[in-house]
């Protein structure tokens, strides 16, 4: 990958951008090309998501998730793997602080 700056300045267009205490919910979840992540702001109603495709499984990311601040745990949600083990959604709610 060849990273210039523009690689790592934030777009106001494509960009999710989040506020010291905003309540964010994470929902991540298989569908037939890989593993979504959706991040929803409570607080602003902002909405944003990213996708790996399953063919990249089992390498890690480029750029790794990183917070400024904290993050409190406000509670989780889960539902159960289908019988096919294809499907999983599972939510988590934080706040940053």
Do not use: Y
């Not at 480029?62 to 159960?80: E, F, K």
């Amino acid at each position: 990958m060849n990273s210039t700056l523009a690689t790592f300045t934030p777009e106001v267009s494509r960009d999710l951008f989040m506020n010291s205490g905003d309540k964010l919910t994470v929902a991540l979840h298989d569908n037939a090309n890989g593993l979504v992540a959706t991040i929803t702001d409570a607080t602003t109603g902002e909405v944003g998501s990213a996708a790996r495709h399953k063919r990249h499984r089992r390498s890690a990311p480029p750029h790794p998730l990183r917070v400024l601040g904290s993050i409190d745990d406000v509670g989780s949600t889960a539902t159960s793997l289908s019988d096919s083990g294809r499907e999983a959604q599972h939510q988590l709610d934080f706040k940053l602080t």
